[in-house]
């Protein structure tokens, strides 16, 4: 009897632990999204007050206060932008270790950089505002959709096809960028490697507005979107079985991808393996698939991210212009370790 009792006990054991693992895996999700979001606001109010010169009761110290802000929200808005981006793109091309960066966005936004100093010589400093912004935005968005559509119709549906012809047109860009860049005079040169040097220093508070909204509505949609974007992450098949226009929803997704990088790149500059970086460390503390969990996650932790990385450059090493080369680095080097761990899936 006392065997025969024993073997529904071990049998409610043994199912139990998977229940047990998967109630773990679900209470990771909020737990990791609490502390990502309390970190990014905690380095965010540093970043505004910490080292202020003025005290609080004067009204000084709120002038600066509002002059910092815009860096943070610069900080914050290319963050979700670059997070949602590079999970997005991997729901569409069903790969973890690609990224838009690595597709001619960067060489393309080089390639429109020089050509404007070439063009307009040092009078491209004085080419700012609104209209360059939408209009950089609406070439590379021009671009990623030509490129894009083509790529993901018919036959020539293909990850790899992708990937080339991506790389082929940024060395393609790269080349003519060079090559332009060696007729210009060297105060010339010296404009344009100030603008394609990234920085968050550089972000436009008459901008800022637009493209917090254009990145807002976007995660709005992404948001809205989520039973789809995971039905997307089946595949062709299996999405196409369960009723979903895969081809019309992939070359969406890739139009929405390219808009919000374009919006990150005119904002301050290229950010290759940033939002690589984030999206890696989303899927690790998620261990999900649903994007109902993974976006927010990555949103968080990209802003915990970029934040805690210029606090601790501007306030511990006193080398805030050196964040992007620090988060580049750190996320080239991720991207080396996802490769050589997983290869190329």
């Known amino acids: 009897m006392s065997a025969e009792a ?51 009761d004067q009204p000084g110290f709120w002038v600066i206060v ?6 943070v929200a610069t900080i914050a808005l290319v963050a979700a932008a670059q997070a949602l981006a590079t999970v997005l793109f991997h729901t569409a091309t069903g790969n973890r270790i690609l990224t838009p960066s690595i597709l001619g966005f960067d060489a393309l936004y080089t390639l429109m950089q020089t050509a404007l100093v070439f063009v307009f010589g040092m009078a491209a400093t004085q080419v700012e505002g609104v209209g360059k912004i939408v209009a950089q935005s609406a070439l590379m968005v021009l671009f990623a959709t030509l490129l894009y559509g083509w790529l993901f119709s018919g036959k020539r549906a293909n990850l790899h096809v992708l990937l080339l012809v991506g790389v082929v047109l940024g060395v393609g860009f790269g080349s003519v960028s060079t090559f332009l860049q060696r007729m210009l005079t060297p105060s010339e040169f010296d404009v344009l490697a100030a603008r394609l ?36 992450a089946l595949g062709r098949d299996a999405a196409t079985s369960l009723g979903l226009r895969y081809r019309r929803e992939i070359v969406v997704l890739l139009v929405v991808v390219a808009v919000l990088v374009s919006v990150s790149t005119t904002m301050v500059g290229p950010m290759t393996f940033f939002g690589f970086l984030v999206a890696i460390m989303s899927y690790q503390f998620v261990s999900s698939d649903r994007h109902g969990q993974v976006l927010p996650v990555a949103v968080l932790l990209g802003l915990a991210t970029l934040l805690g990385a210029y606090f601790v450059m501007q306030h511990v090493f006193a080398a805030a212009g050196l964040v992007s080369i620090v988060i580049e680095f750190v996320g080239g080097l991720a991207f080396l370790i996802v490769i050589l761990r997983k290869g190329l899936r």
């Open 6 to 56: 024993s073997v529904p006990t071990v049998g409610a054991e043994a199912s139990a632990r998977p229940a047990a693992a998967a109630t773990t895996r679900e209470r990771r999700v909020p737990l990791a999204a609490i502390v990502a979001g309390a970190a990014a606001a905690l380095f965010a109010v540093g970043l505004l007050v910490w080292g202020n010169p003025v005290p609080a």
């Open 66 to 71: 509002q002059s910092r802000s815009v860096a």
């Open 197 to 232: 040097y990234g920085s968050i220093g550089r972000g436009n508070p008459e901008v800022l507005p637009w493209a917090a909204l254009v990145v807002a509505a976007i995660a709005v949609w992404a948001w809205r979107r989520r039973a789809a974007l995971d039905v997307i």
